[in-house]
């Protein structure tokens, strides 16, 4: 950050004492969203946070901005609301995989496919915190909780596969303690039009410690994490060795040796067909193994609140501005003498 | 026959004050079309009037059966009408399944007008006849007129350009145009209605104003009328008036308060029966800044409504019965974070889907008390379509005065029935607009829950405003700085903050004002039922018994002078459309004994029923 920067971190931080668990992924975020608001020529009284209920939830308390801790899975429905009375603000949701993906699954959908002006974070922890433990819908199968004794035998949601099933505009996967790579991912839905999904995954290291550890180990990590890079083919490993191809049968890793980097895919987060995103999406089903991360998909679509402005824009240039005396006489009218 | 003939044909019309007329058929057969016309050109001509349109839940119903006849029934008057009528003087039945549905309401004596083509075996079995009311003397005790609607549909509209069997659609407007000539009905409004609708010479407007006039001249050339009527324009207050529907008046009441509010409006709905309308009312006014947003369900609707009151628009959301229950979570959010809110519950038969179409009063005490934790809220009612203007925009102004959402309680029968509204002069509305909060001169942080002394509303700073950003959400708040708190004192404290801040709008509204005569009884009504309750007491009264009506608004607060109104009596009277649920609050608020009317049949209550009541009580008897 310059010495010009208008902002510093501290000044979107309130008041309220911090109260997620020691060593919880949550504060890697919130640091990284202080630093990314911190670095932008935005009015701080424009940024407008919304969340749901759990952990993620408690986040707009932390935020010295507009703020709204609302309903458990509705926070897309409230921030739709603030989004489209005043396309002027930058709206931020805050939600986690139990908030945004089972109890408010239905408001996200919405969300996204409309292309609302939101920028959506989903704090992906696979577990439920505030309940003290319990799976998720982004569990493991198999996964042994308080409600799942013998393993859970839900099948998981993908989040990118989803909202890329949703009709979503962007697309992005993030790891909680990679602050650089957030912010760059913040920054990237940020600057997008519309409806942004972040997937961000977020370590819960008191009910679900080391749900992540494939790409966060550092002997694993290089091997695991296979870096989104527009315009560049999608390569990876600790020399690069390991590539990625898609074809018709979808995506999958290959060794770059054996195919030789010409027939490496070529990532394009602008592609208008969702089709090789959402495949890139399944090589993994979770942070096992080799996971993609970085911006799956960033196509221009018009946004819901800017269509709307629009529309009532041409409808006071056809109409004129609303006259309520002729509004009541519409139906018409008659007239009783005294 | 000569033209001489045709004239000697023509009765004198006779003068009527009043008549009951029910367009019936199947619910293909246009018959909310042909009432809600009829009605038009009866507003224009200035007869007072009142309408209740009554149809089944499916769009397409079994063709031919009882359960797919939909009705319109409008009473007009050349006196000042407060409803639908209890009974029709005039049935107008396209089929036997019409007539079979609704002949029982008849008045005995009443005129019958039925299209004969329709009372083939088929239909007859389908109605469940067993033989042909038309032949087996069934109608003796009415005055039945026939005509073979479906074949002078047919050849009236031969030339229009529509064929086949698409012609019979218009046989709705053939019935509605030998209507408009037994009730002498001028016909230039349908006919400048057609134009509008369907274009003029379109193939489905000219066969639309074709069978009309086929209809209308039918009249004039049978010789099966012995008599046409004529009801006089109503001696109504004088002014401009409209016919205006109760969902769109509740829809210009939303727009005018916002215009009052200086705010835009925001709605966001998800469609439902009865509320939809208002949602396709609002939609249409862009012109006015009003954002309608159609939302993913009921939840998201009441969500993005308080989204929008947090940015510091004018909100609402519309729902019905099952919807309510849907928003129930979110409305106990708007009442803790204390943000402007209208709620517009159209209330329908129940419980669960229940009777879609139909009214009901039974939402009263989940309006009341339908949330979780102690969570009090202001309800407002209206009366009647013409009411339901000045209901929204009262609304609008507490919720906004008060910083609190308000429930505006509404139903289905004033949903979509219309009667004549005398327009208000829209700049004499008052300003009901509230300041957004302002940075303290002083450089005090910005407490969002510092309370005004006289509204204990909390002030409202907007997403924008530099200065006072701050957090709101569903914990608990402390008193003096809003944050989230735990302490037991404080809960306890702010429990009763919420409670007394609507408990205080009591002094904010009007005293319930009381029409009539005596101490012996008062009827006590709120919602639809004014209208029976209001012609059933003065009929008593024109009779010599004194007897009292009082009709509320406010169901919560309630007006201040309530308790001594209701202790001027000797006996109270409640007719509702439910189990006695405004019966309960009285009783629970004043511990005095009610005595409750409940008809819980999807239908308003009808001004007979309550005179029966009311006359057992004064003569000492029980009530059913």
Known sequence: MTDTARYQRSDFQTDQEVRWCPGCGDYT?????????????????????????????????????????????????????????????????????GDGLSIGGNHLIHALRRNMNLNILLFNNQIYGLTKGQYSPTSEVGKKTKTSPSGSIDRPFNPVSLALGSEAAFVARTLDMDRNHTIAMLKAMHEHEGAGLLEIYQNCNVFNDKAFIDLTDKDTRDDNRIWLEDGKPIVFGKNNEYGVVVDHEGARVIEVSDVGLDNVHVHHADNPNPSVAFALSRISQGPYGPTPLGVFRNVKVPSYGKVLEQQIAAAQEAKGPGDLAALIRSRGTWTVDA | MSDETLTEAKPEPQQIEDVVIRFAGDSGDGMQLAGTQFTASSALFGNDLATLPNFPAEIRAPAGTIAGVSSFQVHIADWDVLTPGDSPDCLVAMNPAALKAHLHDLVKGGLLIINSDAFEDRNLVKAGYETNPLEDGSLDAYQVITAPMDELTKIAVEDSGVKGRATLRSKNFFALGLMSWIYQRPLDPVIEWIGSKFGTDTPVGNANELALRAGYNFGITTESFHKTFVIKPASLPAGEYTNVVGNTATAWGLVAAADKAKLPLFIGSYPITPATTILEELARHKNFGVKSFQAEDEIAGIGSALGAAFAGRLAVTTTSGPGLALKSETLSLALMIELPLIVVDIQRGGPSTGLPTKVEQSDLLFAMYGRHGESPLPIVSTSAPSDAFDAAFEAARIALKFMTPVILLTDGYIATSSEPWRLPDVDALPDISVPFASVDEDGDPFLPY???????ARPWAIPGQAGMEHRVGGLEKDATTGNVSYDPDNHETMTHTRQDKIARIADDIPDVSVHGEGDELLVLGWGSTY????????????????????????????????????????????????????????????????????RIQGQPMRAREIETQINKLLDGEDVE
């Open chain 1, 29 to 97: 975020i919130l640091a990284s969203v202080q630093t990314y608001l911190a670095s932008l020529d935005i009015d701080r009284e424009k940024h407008v946070f919304v969340s749901g209920i759990g952990c993620s939830s408690r986040f707009p308390y932390y935020m010295n901005t507009y703020g709204m801790h609302t309903v458990h899975g509705r926070a897309p429905a409230i921030a739709t609301g603030i989004a489209t009375a005043n396309p002027e603000l930058t709206v931020w949701v805050i939600t986690g995989d």
């Open chain 2, 450 to 456: 510092l309370r005004d002394p006289i509204t204990m």
């Open chain 2, 531 to 598: 209208g029976a309750i209001r012609t059933a007491v003065n009929r008593i009264t024109r009779k010599g018994r004194p007897v009292a009506h009082a009709h509320l608004r406010y169901l919560n607060p309630m007006p201040k002078n309530l308790g001594e109104v209701l202790g001027r009596y000797k006996q109270v009277l409640i007719p509702e459309i439910n189990m006695g649920q405004l019966s309960r609050l009285i009783r629970a608020e004043f511990l005095i004994p009610t005595v409750s009317f409940n």
